[in-house]
C-alpha cells in the first residue's frame, strides 16, 4: 500500500504566476484535503473533495481552486500568486464518507512554495 | 467550532513517559478527539482519537476526562523519534455534508526530548 505522495516538493514561482501541485491519494482512499501551513503555524484547511466535487471549504479565496481524477488523484491551483501563499501545501487523503468524524487522515510530506 | 488549548512547548527525558494535555471546555456531544504529530520537514501523521472511553494503541495512550472537557496524549517512553509538534483537534461532527472532514489545526505543543 502506497502512501500520500506530493509533486513537486520544492517550488518557487513569481507573484502574479498560476502554480498547480499534485496529489496522488494513498490507495482506495476516496476524499482528499488540502491544507496550507505557514511557517510556525498549524495546517489550515483549505478545501476537501469527495467523488471529483467540492464537498467542504475553509476561508480561502476563489483563486485557490482544485480537482480530483476518477482514480482520486488530485490537484490544487493557485492563481495570481501573492507573497502571503508562501507557504508549505499538504494534501492529505482518507477513506469513507467525508464527513464521518472517525477515520484518520494521512498527509503527504507536502510541496514547499515559494513566491518571490 | 469548538477549540483546543495546549502548552507551547513540553519537555521529556528519553525512556520516561510523557504526559500531554489539552482542554476543550467547548466540545459538543459527538465531537471526537483527534491527536496528529507533526516531526519536523514532514507533514502531520495520526496518532490515536477517542469519543468518551481512554484509548490504546501501539503508538500511545489518551485518556479522555468523564467530562470530556480535556484529554491527555500519553507516550508511555520518549524517544528521540518523538520530537514532534503534537496537535490535538477536535473532529467538526455536526452533521454532514460541507467542511465536516476538516481538521483544525491549532499551534500545538513542540514536543523536545533530551537524551
Known amino acids: 500500500e502506497t502512501g500520500v505522495t506530493q509533486s513537486p516538493t520544492h517550488l518557487i514561482k513569481t507573484r502574479g504566476q498560476q502554480v498547480t501541485l499534485r496529489c496522488s491519494s494513498q490507495s482506495g482512499h476516496n476524499t482528499v484535503s488540502w491544507y496550507q501551513q505557514a511557517l510556525g503555524q498549524g495546517p489550515q484547511f483549505i478545501f476537501q473533495y469527495y467523488r471529483e466535487e467540492e464537498n467542504g471549504r475553509g476561508n480561502f479565496p476563489p483563486r485557490f481552486s482544485g480537482l480530483q481524477f476518477p482514480n482520486y488523484s488530485s490537484e490544487l491551483n493557485v492563481n495570481a500568486l501573492e507573497l502571503d501563499d508562501s507557504a508549505l501545501y499538504l494534501c492529505a487523503s482518507s477513506s469513507g464518507q467525508p464527513n464521518t468524524r472517525n477515520t484518520e487522515a494521512f498527509f503527504g510530506q507536502g510541496t514547499r512554495l515559494t513566491v518571490v | ?115
Open chain 2, 1 to 115: 467550532d469548538a477549540k483546543t488549548t495546549q502548552p507551547n512547548s513540553m519537555e521529556s527525558n528519553e525512556e520516561e513517559p510523557v504526559h500531554l494535555p489539552c482542554n476543550h471546555s467547548t466540545i459538543s456531544g459527538t465531537d471526537y478527539i483527534h491527536w496528529y504529530r507533526q516531526l519536523p520537514s514532514q507533514g502531520p501523521e495520526y496518532v490515536i482519537h477517542g469519543l468518551t472511553s481512554n484509548v490504546n494503541n501501539r503508538m500511545a495512550s489518551l485518556a479522555i476526562a468523564e467530562d470530556r472537557k480535556s484529554s491527555t496524549l500519553i507516550l508511555h517512553r520518549a524517544t528521540l523519534r518523538d520530537a514532534a509538534v503534537y496537535y490535538c483537534i477536535l473532529r467538526k461532527g455536526e452533521g454532514s455534508g460541507a467542511g465536516s472532514y476538516q481538521l483544525t489545526f491549532g499551534k500545538g505543543t513542540k514536543l523536545s526530548v533530551i537524551p
